[in-house]
C-alpha cells in the first residue's frame, strides 16, 4: 500500500495525462492505472486463487468466481488527485463470501493508514480507531451528498454537516475513525468504493447498510449498490428509523 501511494504521489508531481472514461464520463488518469498495474502485480500471490475486481480492469466475472476475492480502487476520489487536493485514497479489500475479510485503505498525502481484520478491530497507523457512540443527531457531524445534508439539517436543524470528503472510502472510514458521525453515500457507488471501508467501519463498532438497514455483499455480478449510511449503532437505529419514514425524500 505504501508503494502504491508513492507512486501515486511520484506520478502527481509531474505532469500526467487524465481523460474520462465510461457512460458517466468518469475521470481517470496516469496515477489511477499506475497503481492498478502495482497493486495487481503484488497482491494476488498473497491469496492465490482470489479473483480480482478493480475499477481500472475489465471485469472478468468467470475469473472472480472463487470465493475469496480482491476489491481494489486504485485512487478512489480521482478527482481530488487531479486537482492536487489532499483527500484522496488507495483501496483495497479482500472478500471472503462476498464480505470483506481483509481491508487497508490508505491516504498518501496524510500519511493515515487503516487497517482491519474481520474480527480482530481496526486501526489508524497502528492505533485502535473506534465509531462514535450515541444516538442523537444532536450535534451530530454529517458528512455526505448535499441533498441528505440539507434534508437531514431541516429535519434536525442542530446537525453540523461537514465538508466534502471526495474519497467516498474515506468519508465512510471517517465514521471508524470517530471523526464523523455520520457518513452518506447515494447510490450508484461501487465495490471497489465501499469494501474496505465497509469492514474498517464495522470493525470499529459502526454500522454501514443500506437505507433498508440490509448488508451490503461484494463479488456479485452486480456490483452497484444503493444510498449507504454508516454511523455507530444507536445512531444507525435512529437514522434508519428517520429515513424510513421519509423515503420519497431521501430517494
Known amino acids: ?7 501515486a504521489r511520484v506520478t502527481a508531481s509531474r505532469p500526467f495525462k487524465r481523460w474520462t472514461k465510461g457512460h458517466d464520463n468518469s475521470p481517470v488518469s ?11 502485480e503484488r497482491l494476488p500471490p498473497l491469496a492465490p486463487g482470489a479473483g480480482w475486481l478493480s475499477e481500472e480492469t475489465e471485469d472478468d466475472l468467470a475469473a472472480r468466481s472463487a470465493s475469496l476475492a480482491w476489491i ?3 485512487i478512489d476520489g480521482t478527482r481530488a488527485y487531479i486537482s492536487g487536493r489532499t483527500d484522496w485514497t488507495i ?6 463470501e462476498g464480505r470483506p ?12 493508514m487503516f487497517l482491519a481484520v474481520r474480527g480482530q ?12 457512540d450515541g444516538s442523537s443527531l444532536t450535534g451530530a457531524r454529517l458528512a455526505g451528498p448535499k441533498r441528505y445534508l440539507d434534508r437531514l439539517e431541516s429535519l434536525s436543524p442542530t446537525v453540523l454537516p461537514q465538508p466534502k470528503v471526495h474519497s467516498l472510502a474515506l468519508r465512510l472510514t471517517r465514521v471508524a475513525q470517530g471523526q464523523l458521525d455520520v457518513a452518506f453515500a447515494s447510490g450508484g457507488s ?5 469494501a474496505a471501508a465497509d469492514l474498517l467501519v464495522h470493525e470499529a463498532g459502526g454500522v454501514m447498510t443500506d437505507f433498508a438497514g440490509q448488508a451490503l455483499h461484494y463479488n456479485r455480478p452486480h ?29
Not at 232 to 250: C, N, Q, S, Y
Request: charged share 20%; no cysteine.
Open 101 to 112: 475479510a481483509v481491508a487497508a485503505l490508505y491516504a498518501p498525502v496524510t500519511e493515515e
Open 1 to 7: 500500500m505504501r508503494e502504491a501511494g508513492e507512486l
Open 91 to 96: 483501496s483495497v479489500a479482500l472478500v471472503e
Open 190 to 194: 461501487h465495490d471497489w468504493d465501499l
Open 223 to 251: 456490483v452497484v449498490h444503493a444510498a449507504l449510511i454508516a454511523a455507530g449503532p444507536a445512531r444507525h437505529g435512529t437514522l434508519i428509523e428517520l429515513v424510513r419514514d421519509r423515503e420519497a425524500e431521501f430517494a
Open 121 to 132: 478491530g481496526a486501526t489508524l497507523n497502528g492505533a485502535p480507531i473506534h465509531a462514535p
Open 30 to 40: 496516469e496515477g489511477d492505472i499506475a497503481v492498478n498495474t502495482l497493486l495487481q
Open 72 to 74: 481494489v480502487d486504485p
